[in-house]
């Protein structure tokens, strides 16, 4: 059925529907109203049989949520930025005891300074710590995904973070279908753990793993990943199968087909994006765009087949890493199998800084020298999307007056 609603609530309907029986909640924005949204469907009767829990705080959520999933319980929370940095110790305990915990990522940007808009970098904090990431591009999309999520997590017996972008889709109101619960019970059967703990028939998890096994460790949980490839593929299937409408998988393309540049991104910019395409192509351009759904497992060989053609890559990307450049571009090149393909990468909407339709058709036009960019001599190229550079310039100014003064003072 049809609901006007904001993004968090559609997320905590969907995420009630899959009848969770612990949520562990610990407020910070932007995901705040995810939680409390749930609390309001425990406390109203529509989401019954669950304990809502309130924690001091994002390392106490994930150690409850951890605990409970492993007593055999399903078990959701969610947190965004600092909290994930707060609680990345069980982050990663989460995954290498094989929970299937689903937990929502309001992305939001890293201080310091301090700074609550949306960006990617809090999820790219955590990209090697084992769990499933999948990046929706709307809400009704974020509502879809995690439905999957629960499919996913206990399909594979591995965690799965769905990273829905802060402000941009959690607080926008839109339409968003919600399905039945009939339809969810049928996608999403009841719960049973494959392990649990139990004092009837007492086991240990989470023990030391002397050298001898811990690679071997390591190693299965790559593997698992490699696994989630096609268990990510086969349930958008049935997904689209009982509901009648695509949401997930592992990659998505739009007009690709013909397209000398192709635009690779992740969230909410793809609309934007592809926007900005269909304006450029109905000028003559030749511009296709690949959305990539599943961030984690990397979806290496589709992305490697759907740009196998186009000349040009640009990725757009909502991260940096600092020292050296872009974090999806450097995943993207090593994906390619002709080396001498070229990769451009545009760093935008750091710290929520807008990404209009304007400044990407600019970009693409005029600051993309793609000449230059396919010359053998340069590698790589980073672009600083709507970067302000009389503040930079200031600065360096502000810097290099003050060295100065420091060595007149010598």
């Known amino acids: ?40 469907l425990v406390h109203a009767g529509e989401l019954w049989n669950c304990d809502y829990v309130n924690v001091e705080s994002e390392m106490a959520a994930i ?6 999933q492993a007593a055999g319980v399903r078990s959701y929370t969610a947190t965004s930025s600092q909290g994930l940095l707060y609680m990345i110790e069980g982050v990663y305990n989460a995954s290498g005891l094989e929970l299937p915990i689903v937990m929502t990522l309001g992305n939001r940007a890293i201080g310091s300074p301090i700074n609550i808009w949306n960006d990617h970098s809090d999820a790219m904090a955590v990209r090697d710590a084992g769990w499933i990431m999948l990046f929706p591009e709307t809400n009704q999309e974020a509502a879809d995904l995690h ?36 339809m969810v019970d049928d996608f999403l059967p009841h719960y049973k753990p494959q392990v649990c703990l139990d004092v009837a028939n007492p086991l240990a998890i989470g023990t030391m793993v002397p050298p001898e096994y811990f690679m071997e460790v390591r190693y299965l949980a790559h593997k698992k990943q490699f696994e989630a490839l096609k268990i990510i593929e086969h349930e958008e299937k049935n997904f689209h199968e009982k509901f009648e409408r695509h949401a997930g998988g592992l990659i998505r393309t739009y007009k690709t087909e013909g397209a000398e540049t192709i635009i690779v991104a992740m969230g909410s910019v793809l609309g934007t994006i592809k926007d900005t395409v269909d304006e450029l192509n109905a000028q003559g351009g030749k511009f296709g765009v690949v959305s990539i759904v599943s961030y984690r497992p990397f979806p290496s060989e589709a992305l490697e087949a759907a740009l196998a053609i186009a000349p040009h890559v640009v990725v757009v990307e909502k991260a940096l890493a600092v020292g050296i450049g872009g974090i999806l571009s450097q995943e993207v090149k090593l994906c390619l199998k002709n080396p001498r393909k070229k990769v451009s990468s545009i760093i935008a909407g750091l710290g929520g800084r807008a990404i209009t339709k304007s400044m990407l058709k600019h970009c693409l036009e005029h600051d993309l020298h793609w000449e230059k960019i396919l010359s053998w001599e340069e590698d790589h190229r980073e672009i600083f999307l709507g970067l302000n550079h009389d503040t ?19």
């Open 1 to 40: 059925m049809l609901h006007q609603l904001e993004g968090s609530q559609a997320i905590a309907k969907a995420v009630a529907l899959c009848r969770p029986g612990m949520v562990c909640a610990y407020p910070i924005t932007p995901q705040t109203h995810i939680v409390e949204h749930l609390g309001e």
């Open 147 to 182: 439905i999957q999520a629960f499919k996913i997590a206990e399909t594979l017996q591995c965690p799965v973070m769905v990273c829905v972008d802060g402000f941009v889709l959690t607080h926008a109101y839109e339409q968003v279908d919600i399905p039945s619960q009939e």
């Open 63 to 68: 150690s409850v949520t951890i605990g409970s």
């Open 392 to 410: 930079i310039k200031k600065e360096f100014e502000s810097v290099k007056n003050c060295c100065c003064k420091q060595k007149e003072n010598q």
